[in-house]
């Protein structure tokens, strides 16, 4: 289960925590209360350097935020990185996934999906999801690919 992001193109899912009740601005969708608790946001990763290099963004504070990610980025905490090696238009399919998840809660519509008719890319979960759990929601869907995770936040 556990690999090593490298350049390859593919599907990932940031797994975050926070520790407090808070009210976020995010960007343009305004002002957001945040429970305690974990929240999965599923991205994709086509540009060159690939996953390797789009979670290295990720894991890093961004100067000016620009994505939604990044607003929330500021006040939570990267536990775990899930990842696929795979086509970048699967990350419908794995937004999907977490949001069928049994004990999930959409914190934020169109979060992370203002260029898709996904509901979001945000999903919210009381306690730390688990990524076989995740993947099993993945196949029903029709998804092959094998799901892994770096624990190394």
Same mark, same amino acid.
């Given at each position: 289960? &556990?690999?090593?992001?490298?350049? @390859?193109?593919? *599907?990932?899912?940031?797994?975050?925590?926070?520790?407090?009740? !808070?009210?976020?601005?995010?960007? =343009?969708?305004?002002? &957001?209360?945040?429970?305690?608790?974990?929240?999965?946001?599923?991205? #994709?990763?086509?540009? %060159? +350097?690939?996953?390797?290099?789009?979670?290295?963004?990720?894991?890093? /504070?961004?100067?000016?935020?620009?994505?939604?990610?990044?607003?929330? =980025?500021? *006040?939570?905490?990267? !536990?775990?990185?899930?990842?696929? !090696? #795979? =086509? %970048?238009?699967?990350?419908?399919?794995?937004?999907?996934?977490?949001?069928?998840? #049994? +004990?999930?809660?959409? %914190?934020?519509?169109?979060?992370?999906?203002?260029?898709?008719?996904?509901?979001?890319?945000?999903?919210?979960?009381? !306690?730390? %999801? @688990?990524?076989?759990?995740?993947?099993?929601?993945? /196949?029903? #869907?029709?998804?092959? &690919? &094998?799901?892994?995770?770096?624990?190394?936040?």
């Amino acid at each position: 289960m &556990q690999g090593k992001l490298d350049d @390859n193109h593919g *599907v990932y899912a940031l797994i975050l925590h926070i520790a407090c009740d !808070r009210m976020i601005r995010i960007g =343009k969708l305004g002002d &957001q209360r945040f429970k305690r608790g974990y929240y999965v946001y599923v991205g #994709s990763a086509s540009a %060159p +350097g690939g996953l390797a290099a789009r979670v290295g963004y990720h894991v890093k /504070k961004a100067d000016r935020p620009h994505w939604h990610i990044d607003y929330l =980025k500021e *006040v939570a905490e990267i !536990r775990e990185v899930w990842f696929s !090696r #795979s =086509k %970048p238009v699967m990350e419908h399919v794995w937004a999907g996934a977490a949001q069928r998840i #049994s +004990g999930m809660h959409t %914190p934020v519509k169109g979060f992370g999906s203002s260029d898709c008719r996904c509901l979001s890319h945000l999903a919210y979960f009381s !306690r730390k %999801p @688990n990524c076989r759990l995740f993947e099993t929601y993945l /196949k029903r #869907s029709g998804y092959t &690919q &094998q799901v892994k995770a770096v624990f190394c936040f």
